[in-house]
């Protein structure tokens, strides 16, 4: 048999049935629809699943990420049976081959019912890690459930696919060879599901929960009343109206230290810090929020304090409070903070569906911000910094060219959690000092860039940083930072020895199913601060004092304002 005719014939009947879907295989009963090899690898990649990662997973996460692993498992065994056949090499006869299924299946059974009872220790042991109660319950059995489902509806789609090529394949037969009829077939098959999923299914589930956040964004909370202060953003006397802020906006503004507050702290006069806020509804486009932003800094002399704090918020308009209150404390009320939201949607839905708007408001708001900034006497402006969390790490990141700023400089930027896509962090965390690990690297000599975590600050990479400023806050347990694409087929370098304070010792790399864990892990959120995407403020204060250096600070200061923000 020709290796053309092989695959336009045998291929065609193991593609979504093939062995395990034959008239033969039928008459063995359930077990005989099933491959062997499929079934084998994918309970392989399912128990590999439920061992640890880098954050403690829900019940609901790891039956997902249980189903989509076994799935993969299962298409990669079955597509190793398929590609042995297809070399034709010997194959065991049916009764054979029906008695090792009844053993694959038994092994199979046993193998997912002891990993399964391991589980949630594996999920203990990492809540222990991080200073979490255990769970326990019924875990084993939710995971299990949601397996089963995820894998029956990822078989009715692989069963539809081939239908649907097959059908169109016949179509074309009459006019081509059969096996570019099947190309031909799963070619348009492929172009049409994907147009479905993505141009229907996908958009439709997007624009929805575009509009649930958009509504949400819109209520205005009984405990929020307009500002009555003139010099507050949004209040009658403001360009912004109280209602286009937004509910992220409202947080704001309204949160915060006064002035009240920082002077019995510090136990003399402080002043109100100043918080200017844009939100999406306030103009059309990004450039006009920035013009709003900028009036809005002037109007309420945002020039005239001592530090301009330029923030960029996650992707819908958060700014965490634990970053702003703890700087705020740190300069005594003297500083002013100004950010603009750009979506609705949560981080990771915004960054797929409107990345490049988040970049372009980002670099509006700079452009304005910096622009007229850097037409002050130098001696007579505020010291500007950046700041972002997460996604807003990575927008503030692509803000401005280093190019524009490089003959005057602002004095530095704080980005804490960067996402693995930001260029600057990748660019440095690769070029690190090699005997500095991945998960805290140490880069050249600490001049520019620096990294500290919840045990080690910036100061440890020396005591001389330059007038230019670039700290990284970052955890070796945050999925969002180090997930990494390539680890479907190559352990990443964090996992290796020595690993961060906060990374389960019983961690291991798989191929694949590593990959699907960290996607697993980004969606979970699980991580009390401290550990993970979540920052405590304790670490805020390290982590402004070592950029910022803010005069008149004693350690035993620091120690009362930790105790402050204590949980």
Sequence with gaps: MSGGRFLSGHMMDMLGTGEFWGEDDVRMGLIGRFSVVGLLVGTLFFALSLTPSLVPRPPLVQGLIAGVSFSAGYAVGFFGRWLWDYLEFPVPGPRAEWIIKLLAAAGCAVVAVAFLWQATEWQNSVRALMGMEEVGGVQPVTVAVMTLLIFGLVLFVA?????????????????????????????????????????????????AADNSYQHLDALIQDDLPRPSDPMQVGSAASFIDWQDLGRQGRNFISSGPTAAELSAFHGEPARTPIRVYVGLNAAESPEERARLALEELKRVGAFERSVLLLVTPTGTGWVDPAALDTVEYLQRGDIASVAAQYSYLPSPLSLIVEGDYGVETARALFGKVYGYWSSLPRDGRPDLYLHGLSLGALNSDRSFDVYDIINDPFKGALWSGPPFRSETWRSVTRERDPDSPAWLPRFRDGAVVRFMNQEQGFDAAGPEWGPFRIGYLQHASDPITFFDPTSVYVQPAWMREPRGPDVSPDLRWYPIVTMLQLAADMAAGAAPPGFGHTFAAREYIDAWYGLMEPEGWTDADLERLRARFAP
Excluded: C, E, N
């Excluded at 096996?179 to 299914?201: E, N």
């Design 159 to 207: 069963r539809l696919f081939k239908r649907t090529f097959l059908f169109l394949s016949k179509r074309f037969q009459p006019y081509v060879a059969p096996h570019v009829s099947h190309v031909v077939g799963v070619l348009i098959a492929a172009a049409l599901f994907w147009s479905v999923i993505d141009g229907v299914i996908f958009t439709l589930a997007l624009r």
